[in-house]
């Protein structure tokens, strides 16, 4: 998706086609006033006093029509700078013009508008020539914005919208926003069943219904059965820990804003855990290790609480509360190498299996100018950062540099999915880590019989189960493979009088197998389950009629084709059993 902002062309237009807008509502709305018109990412907005109306989407079109007659007329925009007086003179029948015109500190600022035909706007510019370029545009949605983003004002009316210099952008961009909308995992989960968010249970704060933690427990046992394959020791920590548990790792010092607040427990100060590495420190600590012993490769599906504002709340892709797809691998200098390539081999491993194809990696390094963010160890982070980069460069990743994307305690090298929609985020991570062993004081018996710091690495492979779970919902539009689908088979007999018993048989059988299956025996037409079916987004729907009764047979249809395919029964049954167990995407 195009970020307006960042392109200066689109930009202009847009904030151009904001003042149109505007131009529009004044025609139709003699009495408006008018707050800020900026442009953002996804086009503009514009703030709007309309006293005692209350718009809807519906009336939408009608300020559109308004603003193609305006844009036809081909009226020139000019620009005109004025005295903070006189600007206040010409805006004095707008009390929201006044209130920006009024916070400007010099009074011999020049101030600077732009008028199309008979409206004119106190605006920094620039803008489009004429209003003939603005003819491209759609109007998006309407909502209420408190006036200066206050609450305790009063709200105005927000008109969003988007301009293109040519029609086919603007229908290839309308066209983008439809696949978002069918994509957006907010609509699959609810209609899916999959999650839930209440206020009353409080912001960011999603539920799992039986269907989302069907996907979610199958994830864990994929990712956890190949983690122990690999010689990973699972362990359970708690999700809160106290304040010096933070203060020690450092996480209470540069960290503390992304934390919930503390809260105080007889006499002790606690805090919900924002990440669980100090736990896995403590365990670490909790025996003496020998070099022998290493790596030890602690991994956690833990329940992490982080503040986020509630502006940036994104169903399960981002909350307050989630759970990591967590480990972390105390190692020697010497394994740093080929226990990071293991890291990477898994993640590869993973992606390939579930059929994640469009990522790339970087390499997060610190800002040396920030003296806050970043633990202050110079030659810590020099060793950290060129000790990474040659492994990388040895394991053969191509990879960008990101100054300034690093934890505060050490590198990492992250690897950016670019989903169906929007823009790129981090799925999985590996973090090189000298500072937190050393804070913790954990050490190892050396060979020489000295004492010596273990290096950690932090990783996550599928990162958040929860945005996980997002990002494959939204890469797959629901229809996820048979091995996750919280119903793998639907059967469905024609005929209840005829074909029920022949259909039970097949569920029992199936369900036996431990096959999610479901048996729709309803009193309803034929035409109407199987468009449920394909609603539902089950992967396989089986048709039980007279044919298929007398040569014990089964149709079935896959979702999202149109073929029906008929089989002997033992065959579809075999079929179900393999493509689950080999997870077949």
Known sequence: MINIKENAELSVLNHSCAHLLAQAVKHLYPEAKFWVGPVIEEGFYYDIDLGDVTLTEEDLPAIEHEMKKLAKDNKRIIREEISKSEALAKFKDDPYKVDLISRMDDDNTIISCYTQGDFTDLCRGPHVESTKLLKNFKLLKVSGAYWKGDKNNHMLQRIYGICFPTVEELEAHLHELEEQKARDHRR?????????TSDLVGKGLPMYLPNGYIIWEELENYIKEKEKRLGYKHVLTPPLGSIELYKTSG????????MFPKMEVDGEEFVLRPMN???HMMIYGNEIHSYRDLPIRIGEIARDCRYEASGALKGIERARTFCQNDAHLFVTPEQIKSEFENVV???????????IKDYSFELSLRDPEDKVKYYPDDEMWNNAENTLRKVLDEIGITYTEKIGEAAFYGPKLDVQ?????GNPYTLSTCQLDFCLPMRFNLNY???????KTPVVLHRAILGSIDRFIAYYLEETKGLLPLWLSPIAVNVIPVNNNYHLSYATDLFNKLKELNVRVKLDDREEKLGYKMREAVMQKIPYTVIIGNKETESNTISYRKCGTEDTINMKEEDFINQIITEIKTRKI
């Open 277 to 279: 590495c100090p736990h």
């Open 188 to 196: 699959l989960g609810k209609d899916l069943g999959i999650f839930m």
């Open 445 to 451: 018996i050396a060979s020489d019989g000295t004492k």
């Open 345 to 355: 081999n898994l993640i590869l491993e993973v992606y390939r299996e579930l059929n």
């Open 251 to 258: 996480h209470w010092e540069h960290y503390q804003e992304n």
């Open 417 to 421: 999915v670019k989903p169906a929609v």
